[in-house]
């Protein structure tokens, strides 16, 4: 934000226009001498070309541009910062995302089912402010794609690059949800939180999503499910990003909502059903809301002061419209 410490000088830039016009425009303004044409030597007198007009429209705009700067210069212009510093530690949030073929499924238009979450997520993760975020993804096996960080464009980043069956044909519950409890486990935040979405049934690894949820309350860490599914026969597409080959089709879909609400039950949290983006939006609103902690935040403002530079620049601009008509149209100045 731009403060000045004189503002009251800012009004002598009203009279700028003015000037302008009594030393350009005005028929009246003087400035010519009359003479007999019997004085000029030659056989006519020329007109006044392109390259001579220019350079004269030049010299004026840098003189009346560096008066402009000088004037904002005296009224004493700075740059106000304003820094936030947080006092307390956030929370540590690992959002465990589903990559299984099935979240291909198109009915969360205009995109598929992954689509969708991956907008949703971002638009949460914008959403924090001082919490350690993590990504973890499955699909038949699990992987931590980013560990907990304040470093949301990067994380943002690692998001948009995801894409489906990454990690197999399959769907490992109980993995996501044990890799993303392993790097919260030497956390050392209050309150440590998981969001699983997914939207399907556990259908591979080796452990159990119940037991991961044992392993989860265990350390502390509170679980929110997140089935993202509609009931029936829904339109599925998905690039093998092995082969690259495309697949499409109509698939059954159907979603073990005891198991989602058993895992955040055990862990102390909540289970949500979506079945449209409109509702998977709310949901993560709901978790943003709910999952707060007090921060406390020390406010820096530091004021910046760039009279000096406005008082170069003004020096320069002026300088230029003296050597334009010093140097390139000869004026007799002075």
Known sequence: MLTYDKPLYLILLVFIPVVIYLRHFWKNRGGRLAFSI??????????????????????????????????????????????????????DIMIVLDESPSMGARDFPPVNRFESAKEVIHRFINSRENDTIGL?????????RTPPTLDYGNLNDRIDSLEI????NGTAIGMG??????????????????ILLTDGDNNAGEIMPLSAAEIAKQLGIRIYTVGIASEGNVPLE?????????FSGTYRS???EDLLKRIAEITGGRFFSTRSPGVLETVFRTIDSVETMEKRVKVKISRIPIHRELIYLSLILILGDFLLRKWL???VLP
């Open 38 to 91: 019997a004085v000029w030597k030659e056989d006519k007198i020329g007109g006044v070309g392109f390259w001579t007009r220019s350079v004269v429209f030049l010299s004026a705009l840098f003189f009346w541009v560096g008066l402009f700067f000088l004037i904002v210069a005296i009224s004493g212009p700075g740059l106000v910062k304003q820094e936030r510093f947080f006092l307390s530690r956030g929370m």
């Open 136 to 144: 973890v993804t499955f699909g038949k096996e699990a992987a931590l």
């Open 165 to 168: 069956m990454e990690l197999g």
């Open 177 to 194: 949800i044990a890799v993303a409890s392993l790097h919260l486990r030497q956390s050392t935040a209050k309150e440590q939180v998981i």
């Open 238 to 246: 998905f690039t093998d990003p092995e082969t690259g080959k495309v």
């Open 254 to 256: 159907s979603l073990h």
């Open 329 to 331: 149209l000869r004026e």
